[in-house]
């Protein structure tokens, strides 16, 4: 094959000869190929979800969402905005989707509290006994996989402003080869809308400083309202806006004005349209929690006493409240947590969390891309410091971007709770992004170096079709996924949480069962859902005490409690079978289990390991009991109420 050395606007120069050799017009040949990177993207994620049992947070989540559309009511799941819910809520109640509003899980959660306990009970009943748990969380996954897919569209338009087409057509290369999207992506969660609106806030912010017309400010009041009904956590972007400001001072932009008073004009100006933006997004949040919450009740006014006109105040102050409230639960359940890193627990979040995982759970090659991408703008600036691979116009895109990515890497350094790779989707879409000037930056190195161009040209090829390849084969086991990096060693061992298991894979429990033809199988789920739905034949089971009547036959249990949320690494003594890519283990008890404490045996009860570190308290059996009888959700709540008031009298 013959390279075309007079590629131009930031074509790879293999790739820009073919399609001229055989006459397909280019700008044809990128949006098919994007358009076959999407479609990859829906069939290697949506088929993976269909596979997959429902997880932890869409037991809560679905039903909520259902819920603010029947019964324009959101006392369940305050503690995250209603976007991502209701969008995948809207299919299911479009069908139908029953739920009974008389059960004792929606009549209890009329309290703040009470509902952060409720809404497990209720969603698990919603999806696996009102109706059918595979339709609906298939009709519900698909409107989240729809949005994943609108979220690599966002990326590749943004790549190819940036940099060129071909930038565009890496960059969404790289996100839907992605593990963490393909993973996350179509499950009923928050991160993918955060990072969707995430995304275009930051997109549309330097327009405040270029005269907008006001219907540019009020888009950006709607992406940035987006972002905020999407999770409490955006709210750092109004931080990446004061350091988007800071920037511009230390490090001015050619387009900024030169003479002092201009400049001075120019800035309150783009203050004022932040302003006004801000205020509108305000409005659109308002609005959207005004109509959800209609009929839930205003009796947690209390502090408003009843007059003429209470009832009016107390509905129009609804909206505010739930807010606020929403904010004082994601405070209390997010504020830390012990983690677990590279076989280590700790008992906060420690900073290097996510850069490990971020190593460790990316896809070798688009780490090599990122090294590619750095290497040739090195090269570039050295070489020809005055020419830039940022098309004309795009430069205060591109610092919104970097100030945005820096200013939330480095709050989910300072950050306390460290569960998932998947609240670093954020990131991960901003490093994506970086990609796009790399084509450009080939061709301009071209000039000086073309030997240095054709190699990185090649290079980026073959690192993207690796790419691809490496997704297609590690179908469908997404979630547990991690790189040579890892060196072998067994997922439990390095990770934690829902980066391994997130009790995914009760699927994959029934074909391991029907493979043996097993009559029963102990089960030591990631969760608390009643596994008949999926496994029949699962007996629930704890690892950490078993009986001696367990001896012979097969354990299936969550690789999570290993090490990290349990102390079960004991049965890997034992034969033993990884399914679901590692995700959960299958073990061949023996006859006689040895005695707590003894070799081969399970832990004392000293040694006992709970998720999240309750001490005393195994919080997934307490909601399993409620789940199986909700009748104890009230006694449960009384029991937690006597104990914190124990608690604070000792004090």
């Not at 037991?59 to 305050?78: C, T």
């Not at 069962?513 to 990631?526: F, T």
Request: proline share 6%; glycine share 6%.
């Amino acid at each position: 094959m013959i390279v075309s050395k007079t590629t131009r606007v930031g074509e790879l120069p293999v790739a820009s000869h073919e399609v001229l050799r055989l006459k397909i017009p280019e700008r044809f040949f990128i949006t098919f190929a994007a358009v076959l990177l999407l479609a990859l993207m829906a069939l290697l994620a949506g088929r993976a979800a269909r596979r997959e049992s429902v997880t932890f947070d869409e037991i809560a989540h679905i039903a909520a969402g259902v819920s603010y559309l029947q019964k324009l009511d959101m006392r369940m799941n305050e503690e995250h905005p209603p976007l991502a819910k209701v969008v995948a809520a809207l299919a299911l109640v479009l069908r139908g989707a029953h739920a009974d509003y008389s059960h004792v899980s929606w009549t209890f959660s009329n309290k703040m509290f009470n509902a952060y306990l409720g809404q497990w009970v209720f969603g698990h009943w919603f999806l696996m006994r009102w109706n059918d748990p595979y339709s609906t969380l298939a009709w519900a996954r698909a409107s989240m996989l729809l949005m994943t897919l609108l979220l690599g569209f966002v990326l590749y338009i943004c790549g190819a402003q940036l940099g060129s087409s071909w930038g565009g057509l890496l960059c969404l290369s790289a996100f839907v080869t992605m593990p963490a999207f393909l993973s996350f992506g179509p499950l009923v969660i928050t991160d993918i809308a955060v990072t969707l609106f995430w995304v275009l806030t930051v997109w549309q912010l330097p327009n405040m400083w270029r005269s907008p017309s006001q219907g540019t400010i009020v888009k950006f009041g709607l992406v940035l309202a987006g972002a905020l009904l999407s999770k409490f956590s955006s709210g750092l972007l109004f931080f990446v806006f004061a350091a988007f400001a800071l920037s511009l001072r230390f490090k001015p932009l050619p387009e900024q004005p030169v003479e002092k008073a201009e400049l001075h004009r120019w800035r309150r100006r783009a203050w004022r349209n932040i302003a006004i933006g801000t205020l509108w997004s305000a409005l659109f949040v308002y609005i959207v929690y005004l109509v959800l919450s209609w009929n839930e009740p205003t009796d947690s006014f209390g502090i408003i006493p009843h007059f003429p006109a209470s009832l009016v105040l107390r509905r129009v102050l609804m909206p505010v409240w739930i807010y606020l409230r929403g904010l004082v639960l994601f405070a209390f359940s997010a504020s830390s947590r012990p983690t677990f890193i590279l076989g280590h627990a700790y008992p906060h979040g420690v900073w290097f969390y996510f850069p490990v995982l971020f190593f460790l759970k990316s896809q070798l090659t688009f780490l090599l891309l990122l090294l590619v991408a750095v290497s040739a703008a090195f090269l570039v600036k050295r070489r020809s410091p005055a020419q830039s691979p940022i098309r004309a116009g795009m430069g205060p895109q591109w610092r919104s971007i970097w100030v945005s990515l820096v200013i939330f890497v480095t709050a989910c350094m300072l950050n306390r709770l460290d569960i998932s790779i998947r609240h670093f989707s954020v990131a991960l879409a901003l490093v994506v992004l970086l990609l796009a000037p790399l084509p450009q930056v080939l061709n301009l190195l071209s000039s000086s170096n073309p030997q240095a161009a054709r190699f990185g040209s090649w290079l980026t090829i073959g690192l993207v079709l690796t790419s691809i390849v490496t997704a297609i084969r590690a179908y469908p086991n997404y979630i547990p996924y991690l790189n040579v990096l890892s060196m072998g060693r067994p997922g439990y061992a390095l990770v934690n949480d829902s980066n391994l298991d997130w009790n995914h894979a009760l699927p994959e429990v029934e074909s391991f069962v029907h493979q043996r033809d097993l009559r029963q199988v102990l089960l030591d789920e990631y969760g608390f859902i009643d596994p008949a739905a999926y496994v029949p034949q699962a007996l629930l089971w704890n690892c950490q005490s078993p009986s001696p009547e367990d001896g012979g036959q097969w354990a299936v249990v969550s690789a999570n409690y290993m090490l990290d949320s349990g102390n079960c690494v004991w049965l890997m003594k034992y034969e033993h079978q990884a399914l679901a890519g590692g995700s959960i283990y299958a073990v061949q008890l023996p006859e006689i289990i040895p005695a707590a404490g003894r070799a081969g045996g399970p832990p004392l009860p000293a040694d006992y390991r709970y998720i999240g570190d309750m001490g005393e308290f195994n919080m997934l059996e307490i909601f399993l009991k409620c789940v199986r009888d909700p009748e104890q959700l009230q006694p449960t709540m009384d029991y937690f109420m006597k104990r914190g008031q124990d608690s604070r009298r000792k004090k």
